[in-house]
C-alpha cells in the first residue's frame, strides 16, 4: 500500500493525517494551533512518527499535501497572509516540508482543498462542476471547473464570502459592508442572536450566558421551535441562497455542495435556503443543479490536502 500525507492548518486547529489513494484516513492527530513555530513543529513531529512507524525507507509515502487558509501563492506554496490568522505572513510552507521530508509538497487554499475533497471522495464524485461553500466561523467557497480547481488571475478565486449582497449592510472583518460573510456566517448568526435574544428566549436559556450563546445553540433552539432562532437561520439562509442564485447563474455547475458547522443545522438552513434559490433561479440552470450537504465531515481538510496531491502529481492507485 502507497500512503499520502494531509495537512490541514488551521485558526484554531491543526490535524495531520495519514491516508490511501482511495480517501480512506488510516490514522489522524489534531492539536490546538499555536504560533506558526509551534504548529510546523508538531506538524513535522507528527509526520516523523507515522513515517518511521508506516515508512522508514519513504519508498511508500508519495508527498505531502497541505491545506491551509489563504490568500496564498499555490505555485509556490507560499502562505501570504490569514485573517484569522495574523500571525502567518509569508510561511514558505511548501519549501519548509520539502526541506524536511524530501518528498513531493502541494499547498493550497482550505476551500479549494474541501472543494477537491468532495469532487474525489464526496458528494460531488462523478460531477466534473462544482462550487463548494464552507459556512462555519466565516464563508469560504472553492470552484471546481472540468474537474480542477479554478484559480482565477490572481488565485483569490471563490471568496465567495466576501462577494457584496446587502450593500447597507453590517460592517465585514475585510472593511466592506454586506459581505456575506457578515450576514450568513456562524459568527454572524450568533452576533444576532446575541442581539436580539430576550432574557426569557430559549437562545439564552440554552446557552447559560448571553456571550455564550453560538450558531449551534441557535440551530437547537430553532429545531425546538423558538421563534427568533428560526427567523435568524431564515434571514441567513435567504443570503446564502441569493449568492447561490448568482453562482448558478453565472457559472451553470452541475453541484452546489455546502459544508462546515452552519450546514450541520440540517432543515432549518436547506428549506428555506433551497425555497430562495428557487425564486430567484432560471428554471433550465436550477433544474440541472443539485443542492446538497457534504459528505465529508472532520477531516474533509486532511482529504483535500490528500485529493490535492493526487490532482497536482497525476498520482494514481498503487
Excluded at 456566517?185 to 444576532?192: F, L
Excluded at 448568482?246 to 435556503?273: D, S, T, Y
Aim: with cysteine; hydrophobic share 40%.
Amino acid at each position: 500500500m502507497s500512503y499520502l500525507i494531509g495537512v490541514d492548518i488551521g485558526g484554531t486547529k491543526t490535524s495531520v493525517s495519514l491516508g490511501n489513494f482511495r480517501g480512506k484516513v488510516l490514522i489522524r492527530r489534531v492539536f490546538p494551533s499555536e504560533g506558526v513555530k509551534a504548529t510546523l513543529s508538531q506538524i513535522k513531529r507528527i509526520i516523523r512518527a507515522y513515517l518511521a512507524r508506516y515508512d522508514r525507507d519513504l519508498k511508500r509515502t508519495k508527498g505531502i499535501g497541505v491545506s491551509c487558509p489563504g490568500p496564498l501563492d499555490f505555485k509556490k506554496g507560499l502562505l501570504i497572509t490569514s485573517p484569522n490568522m495574523p500571525t502567518w505572513r509569508n510561511v514558505p510552507l511548501k519549501r519548509i516540508f520539502s526541506r524536511s521530508f524530501t518528498l513531493p509538497v502541494a499547498v493550497d487554499n482550505d476551500a479549494n482543498c474541501a472543494a477537491l475533497a468532495e469532487k474525489t471522495f464526496g458528494a460531488g464524485k462523478g460531477v466534473n462542476s462544482l462550487f463548494y461553500y464552507t459556512v462555519s466561523t466565516g464563508i469560504g467557497g472553492g470552484l471546481i471547473i472540468n474537474g480542477e480547481i479554478f484559480h482565477g488571475a490572481s488565485n483569490d478565486a471563490g471568496e465567495i464570502g466576501h462577494s457584496v449582497v446587502l450593500p447597507e449592510g453590517p460592517k465585514c472583518n475585510c472593511g466592506k459592508r454586506g459581505c456575506l460573510e457578515a450576514l450568513a456566517s456562524g459568527t454572524a448568526i450568533a452576533r444576532i442572536a446575541r442581539e436580539r435574544a430576550r432574557r426569557n428566549s430559549l437562545i439564552l436559556k440554552l446557552a447559560g450566558k448571553r456571550k455564550d450563546i453560538n450558531a449551534g445553540i441557535v440551530a437547537q433552539a430553532a429545531l425546538k421551535g423558538d421563534k427568533l432562532a428560526r427567523a435568524i437561520y431564515e434571514q441567513a439562509a435567504f443570503y446564502l441562497g441569493l449568492s447561490i442564485t448568482n453562482v448558478i447563474q453565472i457559472i451553470n455547475p452541475e453541484m452546489i455542495v455546502i459544508g462546515g458547522g452552519v450546514a450541520k443545522a440540517g432543515p432549518i438552513l436547506f428549506r428555506p435556503l433551497v425555497k430562495t434559490v428557487r425564486a430567484y433561479t432560471w428554471p433550465r440552470p436550477y433544474r440541472s443543479c443539485k443542492i446538497v450537504p457534504a459528505k465529508l465531515k472532520d477531516a474533509v481538510g486532511d482529504l483535500g490536502a490528500i485529493s490535492l496531491l493526487l490532482k497536482r502529481f497525476h498520482l494514481g492507485a498503487v
